[in-house]
């Protein structure tokens, strides 16, 4: 395991005051100082102590079913003509790549001697994930969720109560996943001693998107190694992942934004379209703003009121995306595509018939991105396929013609 | 001389600060408001920039929020109203809000229109004390407004030195760790007032969150310069078909 990699010296990382380039820091109001600021001084040295490590890894290894295979998709490298691998996020416990950062998140938590979890959750899937890492330790568990998500991802709310977890609606705003985490975070405010806040995606403030990065860098750990397994070179021609906060693509970058010879694709919901007014594709409708107390790009008013954003996927319905990404996107980094509802559906139809994968809605607008790119028949690309999509069966259905 | 450090050197006791959201309940209510406040008695008003998602608050603030910007308010309309106020209204008035319409609306420029209508002080929770003392202190002293930073019974002795030192005006003193109109007893937090009080800071000190009729202003006013009263106020005159009777009543309620 290699989540406390030495990257103090790239510029692509988070420095020692919570920023990448001009974004992260932690803008958060007295009432969560102590919090943030005992994870601030603790997180690295909790996941660097060798018994963390061994723990993470054995339970990654045992419980969630780690490594995910690199699974060469062969019908749809065809179709696209290039050597497409699928990273199988979707065959973790629980069904997505969450599961990765709540199991380190949970682990941490034990060691700071917290008793209870709350979390936020969109698609549900991190909502999930966390519920059953708190069944697993014994720890009690509120899951805050939109009342729309609540509506749309059924089947994730049915689990998260089978696993012991009280689900609470947010029905303030846009009830979706903004409206879940500032409930979330209110929570936090009000219970400060005893709980942990088990963030799902590198977001939040400083050291939740480094603390998370990191747990989810497990993901492009191991794709370097499939690679050069499987093709003899560590490095990939393309890495694509779809974005919301972002953290299967801050997972699947993270041991290659320092190399800068792979391209990393990041892949926003565009809804029914970027200028349609029902959209979340942040990188191109938004600006430097603060949410949940990181400093970051931000779909907002003039007057800094945040917008409610719109996707088809609950996972990517969020008006931000991560202070990490913003930087790759400033920076030029990363290549910021969007896929909309229509071409995401179609996407995820796509790799059902091709390879017998139903994808989550969310991973489905990284695929939806592979007829885009300009790639070559000698180009060896993964798309991270961060969840399954039997969440997202209703929807399908809806759509289906 | 600041308007705050005034009050706190004619009036070192029983402080009553009204919090309420600028634009509710209706657009035009601002400037009623704070008069009537004045007349009926309250020594300070602390106005709401209503902001989308306001995290530390409670729902009955962030509802009044969601009405203000549907109304129309945003920091350029309270400016506009804010305008010529000074020649009715003599109280010290505190702005508070959240740092990113602060930050769309440019610091400078927020901070020079303060000045140019008579604001005071502000309270922007979200804004990290060290960014302040590096970035914006200049700003602020420049336009000669007090910035006023939040302790809670969980910050460290040697935080709250450090936010006394920094903070202008007084010291907000958060009665226990929560969102804005929980209620909490008072007087589990009798160890922590005392606490503040022994500590003899520089700055006076106002009591918040939870404080909601005399029993809790009273409470708070025994252990410190006074309190702040936000949801409570922001629900006597949600539903009001009579403005600043509401308003009278509820001061008289208090103090009375």
Known sequence: ?401 | MNRIDQLFLNKPQEILNIYCTAGFPALNDTLTIMETLQQSGADMVELGMPFSDPLADGPVIQESSTRAIANGMRISVLFEQLKGFRDRISLPVILMGYMNPVLQFGVENFCKQCAETGVDGIILPDLPMDEFETEYRPVFEKYGLHLIFLVTPETSEARIRKIDSLSKGFVYAVSSSSTTGKDKDMGDQQAYFARLKNMKLKNPVLIGFGIKDKQTFQAACANSNGAIIGSAFVKAIENSTNLQSSIQSFVQGIKG
Request: glycine share 8%.
């Open chain 1, 1 to 401: 395991m290699d989540i406390a990699v030495n990257t103090s010296h790239s510029k692509y990382h988070v420095n020692d005051k919570g920023y990448y380039g001009r974004f992260g820091g932690a803008y958060i109001p007295e009432m969560l100082y102590p919090n943030v600021e005992e994870l601030k001084e603790q997180y690295l040295q909790i996941i660097g102590e060798p018994a963390f490590q061994a723990e993470f890894e054995q339970l990654l290894k045992d419980y969630v079913g780690r490594p995910s295979p690199l699974f060469f998709a062969k019908r749809l490298s065809e179709k696209y003509k290039a050597n497409i691998y699928l990273k199988r996020e979707d065959l973790n416990h629980t069904g997505a790549h969450k599961v990765n950062n709540t199991i380190g998140q949970i682990l941490l938590a034990q060691r700071l001697g917290k008793k209870k979890i709350i979390a936020e959750t969109g698609a549900g899937q991190h909502g999930v994930a966390t519920a059953t890492v708190c069944a697993l330790m014994g720890l009690e568990c509120v899951v805050y969720m939109g009342s729309i998500d609540i509506e749309r991802q059924a089947p994730n709310v049915a689990r998260m109560k089978m696993l012991g977890a009280t689900v609470v609606a947010a029905t303030s705003g846009s009830k979706t996943l903004k409206d879940a985490t500032n409930e979330a975070i209110r929570h936090w405010i009000n219970h400060p001693v005893d709980t942990h806040y088990i963030i799902g995606s590198v977001v939040g403030p400083h050291p939740y998107p480094d603390m998370v990065a990191r747990f989810q860098s497990v993901v492009s750990e191991e794709m370097r190694k499939q690679l050069e397994e499987k093709t003899g070179n560590t490095n990939p021609d393309y890495v694509i992942a779809c974005v919301g906060g972002g953290s299967n693509a801050a997972g699947a970058f993270f041991h290659y934004l320092d190399e800068e010879k792979v391209k990393l694709v990041a892949v926003e919901a565009a809804g029914k379209g970027v200028n349609s007014g029902f959209s979340a594709a942040t990188s191109q409708l938004g600006k430097m703003g603060i949410i949940h107390a990181s400093k970051t790009l931000l779909m907002q008013t003039e007057d800094g009121q945040i917008v409610e954003p719109h996707s088809i996927s609950a996972g990517l319905d969020y008006p931000g995306v991560g202070p990490l990404h913003a930087h790759l996107y400033e920076t030029g980094r990363a290549q910021f595509l969007n896929a909309t509802d229509d071409e995401a559906l179609a996407a995820a139809y796509e790799l059902s018939l091709l390879e017998g994968i139903i994808p989550a809605l969310e991973s489905a607008h990284a695929l939806a991105k592979l007829k885009d790119l300009p790639l070559k028949p000698e180009d060896v690309v993964v798309v991270c396929l961060s969840g399954r999509g039997d969440k997202d069966l209703e929807t399908y259905i809806k759509h289906l013609k």
